[in-house]
């Protein structure tokens, strides 16, 4: 089976609380990005393997998402046979793009097809969690609020955004998760996101506010120059995704964003939501 597992895009994200246990409580709203990486999964009769073509991915291959995920179903369905995965990487990593945590949630459904697991999307939510915060959110994937950990999901319209242009910029800095949330100190936030995000897209560049880019700014002076750059090449947001670098812009009611003369080391994306 042929799956290609797609990014995501965070329209704001509050940090409001540190919790015991290290992470933190937030609200943001994820919306599926179709930037998309290849992943295969067939049966095999030799040992489970997983070929990696593409973006070199940082770390042991054993670690990797497809592996922890097909593990984590194995545990509970000892009798599954083996199986050969091949991920093909497309999406940046280290991006707040949740290209591994797309990968994850795919690698699950893809196997509950494949290994006839019958788990219904609750059950596949479920697992998805233990390998990631983000990652439950790419088995439905739909737009959705997400609350708690990241995964606490609530589907959340935004008839406004379809088939808007859209423009990623990935400017190859590749931000730890971890040590971006390090950065950050939780807040109330200053605007109901739901209500912001029910607005037109115009009105979001004074509501809709990712808490990652002020903690960032400092460091990463490059990323707010970027969402100056897409201001000034006319979008009518633009914004940090999750916890960087990525940056993006939108163009409502244009089939395609404007090119744009980019000085530097820069992966570009340009489609519709
Ligand atoms: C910031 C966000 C926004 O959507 O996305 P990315 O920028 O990574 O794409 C997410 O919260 C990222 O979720 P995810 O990438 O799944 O994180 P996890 O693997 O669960 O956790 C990685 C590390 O991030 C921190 N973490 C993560 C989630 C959370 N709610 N609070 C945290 O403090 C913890 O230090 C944790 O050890
Ligand atoms: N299939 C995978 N694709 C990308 N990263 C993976 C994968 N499996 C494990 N990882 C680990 O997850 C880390 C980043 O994950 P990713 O979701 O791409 O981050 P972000 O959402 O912040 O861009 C990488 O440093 C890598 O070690």
């Given at each position: 089976m042929l799956v290609f597992p797609n990014a995501k895009l965070n329209l704001g994200l509050h940090i409001t609380e540190r919790r015991p246990d290290g992470f933190h409580t937030l609200e943001t709203a994820m919306v599926p990005l179709p930037w998309c990486d290849a992943l295969e999964v067939l049966p095999s009769t030799a040992e489970t393997s997983l070929a990696l073509t593409g973006r070199p991915i940082p770390g042991d291959p054993a670690t990797n998402l497809c592996i922890r995920a097909y593990e984590l179903l194995k545990a509970d369905f000892p009798e599954v046979p083996a199986v050969q995965m091949h991920l093909h990487k497309v999406v940046p990593i280290g991006a707040g793009l949740g290209g591994g945590s797309g990968d994850a949630a795919f690698a699950l459904k893809a196997l509950n097809t494949v290994l006839d697991l019958g788990l219904t999307d609750d059950q596949l939510e479920a697992y998805a969690r233990r390998l990631g915060s983000d990652c439950a959110f790419f088995v439905r994937n739909q737009p959705a609020l997400a609350l708690g950990r990241g995964d606490e999901?609530?589907?959340?319209?935004?008839?406004?955004?379809?088939?808007?242009?859209?423009?990623?910029?990935?400017?190859?800095?590749?931000?730890?998760?971890?040590?971006?949330?390090?950065?950050?100190?939780p807040k109330a936030p200053a605007h109901d996101l739901r209500t912001a995000l029910s607005g037109p897209i115009e009105t979001w560049r004074h509501t809709v506010v990712n808490d990652f880019e002020a903690s960032l700014a400092p460091r990463y002076p490059l990323l707010d120059e970027l969402k100056q750059q897409l201001y000034a090449a006319g979008a009518a947001y633009a914004s940090l995704s999750g916890s960087g670098s990525a940056v993006f812009g939108l163009w409502p009611g244009q089939p395609l964003p404007p090119s744009m003369a980019l000085t530097g080391d820069f992966l570009v994306w340009d489609g519709q939501l």
């Amino acid at each position: 089976m042929l799956v290609f597992p797609n990014a995501k895009l965070n329209l704001g994200l509050h940090i409001t609380e540190r919790r015991p246990d290290g992470f933190h409580t937030l609200e943001t709203a994820m919306v599926p990005l179709p930037w998309c990486d290849a992943l295969e999964v067939l049966p095999s009769t030799a040992e489970t393997s997983l070929a990696l073509t593409g973006r070199p991915i940082p770390g042991d291959p054993a670690t990797n998402l497809c592996i922890r995920a097909y593990e984590l179903l194995k545990a509970d369905f000892p009798e599954v046979p083996a199986v050969q995965m091949h991920l093909h990487k497309v999406v940046p990593i280290g991006a707040g793009l949740g290209g591994g945590s797309g990968d994850a949630a795919f690698a699950l459904k893809a196997l509950n097809t494949v290994l006839d697991l019958g788990l219904t999307d609750d059950q596949l939510e479920a697992y998805a969690r233990r390998l990631g915060s983000d990652c439950a959110f790419f088995v439905r994937n739909q737009p959705a609020l997400a609350l708690g950990r990241g995964d606490e999901l609530t589907p959340l319209p935004l008839p406004q955004l379809a088939g808007t242009a859209c423009k990623v910029i990935y400017p190859n800095l590749h931000i730890s998760t971890a040590e971006a949330y390090a950065g950050v100190k939780p807040k109330a936030p200053a605007h109901d996101l739901r209500t912001a995000l029910s607005g037109p897209i115009e009105t979001w560049r004074h509501t809709v506010v990712n808490d990652f880019e002020a903690s960032l700014a400092p460091r990463y002076p490059l990323l707010d120059e970027l969402k100056q750059q897409l201001y000034a090449a006319g979008a009518a947001y633009a914004s940090l995704s999750g916890s960087g670098s990525a940056v993006f812009g939108l163009w409502p009611g244009q089939p395609l964003p404007p090119s744009m003369a980019l000085t530097g080391d820069f992966l570009v994306w340009d489609g519709q939501l």
